[in-house]
């Protein structure tokens, strides 16, 4: 992670691959070579997920399984990176998400949970599959405060240098909007031939969002870059 490493860390960064500069192989859905990669380390930024797989094997039992490994005379803070709302919104995946933040509130480590709104480009990513021909429908009166991701990675390397806070942080954009009003100025930037239908969808799922389930506290700190100089590429 550049972020890391400009601020002073040695990064060994560990996936199921091995990719990357300085990157070590190993699983937390399986434990695989846990124990050997996480071996010396005094700093964890914990942001291994699976949201289209089994998020309760590996946000879950895998985050178990990387507490049993670590080394706790020597671990001096392990950051976890989470969502804004796993907390309020019933959906499966921020179900499991959240039981992973309770795993290491409660273990005894020096841990932040850090939870961080929906990026900018996922939100592109979410707008470009929901098209439908010339019609972009998306839902009516949801909210979201998208956030630029390399102010995030900012943020999370500033967390990592701080003493531990056993507790929650949120991270967020510098704006709310409705998704009728992202997905507007998506279609202008990205396909201006797209026609925005705001639909009604009903379900607790879809009350949460419209209550705000997804949008940081009072007391968040806030990212500056906003979605529409992310579409303009500013």
Do not use: C, N
């Not at 705000?212 to 806030?222: D, E, F, T």
């Amino acid at each position: 992670m550049p972020a890391l490493q400009q601020a002073g860390h040695a990064v060994r960064q560990m996936s199921r691959r091995g990719a990357g500069p300085g990157g070590v192989r190993a699983d937390l859905a399986t434990g695989r070579d846990l124990a050997a990669a996480v071996r010396g380390v005094d700093l964890v930024v914990h942001a291994a997920s699976d949201p289209r797989g089994d998020p309760w094997q590996v946000d879950v039992a895998g985050t178990r399984r990387l507490v049993q490994a670590l080394d706790r005379a020597r671990l001096q803070h392990l950051v976890y990176v989470s969502i804004v709302g796993v907390d309020r919104v019933p959906w499966g995946y921020y179900r499991a998400k959240f039981s992973a933040e309770q795993v290491l509130l409660a273990s005894g480590l020096p841990v932040t949970i850090v939870r961080i709104t929906q990026f900018h480009h996922f939100v592109d990513e979410l707008l470009s599959t929901a098209r439908r021909g010339p019609v972009l429908p998306v839902p009516m009166s949801w909210q979201a405060a998208p956030v630029d991701v390399g102010e995030a990675a900012g943020f999370l390397a500033e967390v990592a240098g701080r003493p531990p806070s056993a507790d929650v942080v949120e991270f967020g954009g510098p704006e709310v909007l409705a998704a009728a009003d992202l997905a507007r100025a998506w279609a202008a930037a990205r396909e201006p031939g797209a026609r925005v239908v705001a639909t009604p969808l009903p379900g607790r799922l879809s009350a949460a969002f419209r209550g705000g389930g997804v949008l940081p506290g009072p007391r968040a700190a806030r990212g500056r870059r906003t979605y529409a100089e992310h579409l303009r590429g500013a």
